[in-house]
């Protein structure tokens, strides 16, 4: 389900497992990417993280859905 820079990148930013699972599997916000139309974005906000809000990019092409990056997304701060 992770590929290995979405573990690399999490364990490098601090992102816990915990909170990946949250944006993914119960995300406030869903869209799809504009270039390829077999990604998705799932957005979720992390109280624990001053609200920040953490992108999960998805591949839904793939079955299950693989998980390629998981970040936090400054831009949607505050838009959830």
């Not at 601090?14 to 270039?35: D, T, Y």
């Amino acid at each position: 389900m992770l590929t290995q820079h979405a573990k690399d990148v999490m364990r490098a930013r601090g992102i816990s497992i915990a909170w990946m699972e949250r944006a993914f599997f119960h995300p406030a916000r869903v869209q799809s990417e504009l270039r390829n139309p077999l990604l998705e974005r799932r957005f979720g906000e992390i109280p624990e993280f001053g609200d920040r809000v953490l992108r999960v990019v998805v591949n839904m092409e793939f079955v299950p859905p693989r998980i390629l990056s998981v970040f936090f997304d400054r831009a949607m701060k505050g838009k959830l």
